[in-house]
C-alpha cells in the first residue's frame, strides 16, 4: 500500500489556473499508471487524467488542452497542471496510483471555480 496526499487545491476564478500535487509515500518509478479523477456534487467519480509508468498521457475530452499531468519520480509525485478553469472543473480531484498490489487513494483536494 502506498498513501498518497493531494495539495494545490483551492477558490479560483474561471479563467484561472491551479496546479495540484500528489506526494506518494514511496517510489512512483513502477506505478503504471498514476493519475487523477474528480468528482462534482452529486455527480460520479470522472477520469480526468492518466500518466504511464513510461510517460504516456491520456486526458478526458472535457479536459484535453487545458489540462497537463506531468510526474518527477525524484520527487515522487505527479502534478496535474489546470489552465483555462470552468466552473464546470469545480469538485473533489483524486490522485491515484496503481501499483502491482493494487490501487491506492488519496484523499482528495477541493478545486472551486467560480464564474
Known amino acids: 500500500q502506498v498513501q498518497l496526499v493531494e495539495s494545490g487545491g483551492g477558490l479560483v476564478q474561471a479563467g484561472g489556473s491551479l496546479r495540484l500535487s500528489c506526494a506518494a509515500s514511496?517510489?512512483?518509478?513502477?506505478?503504471?499508471?498514476m493519475g487523477w479523477y474528480r468528482q462534482a456534487p452529486g455527480k460520479q467519480r470522472e477520469l480526468v487524467a492518466t500518466i504511464t509508468r513510461g510517460g504516456t498521457t491520456n486526458y478526458a475530452d472535457s479536459v484535453k488542452g487545458r489540462f497537463t499531468i506531468s510526474k518527477d519520480n525524484a520527487k515522487n509525485t505527479v502534478y496535474l497542471r489546470m489552465n483555462s478553469l470552468k466552473p464546470e472543473d469545480t469538485g473533489v480531484y483524486y490522485c491515484?496510483?496503481?501499483?502491482?498490489?493494487?490501487?491506492?487513494w488519496g484523499q482528495g483536494t477541493q478545486v472551486t471555480v467560480s464564474s
Open positions: 514511496r517510489s512512483i518509478f513502477s506505478f503504471n499508471p
Open positions: 491515484f496510483a496503481d501499483t502491482a498490489e493494487a490501487r491506492s
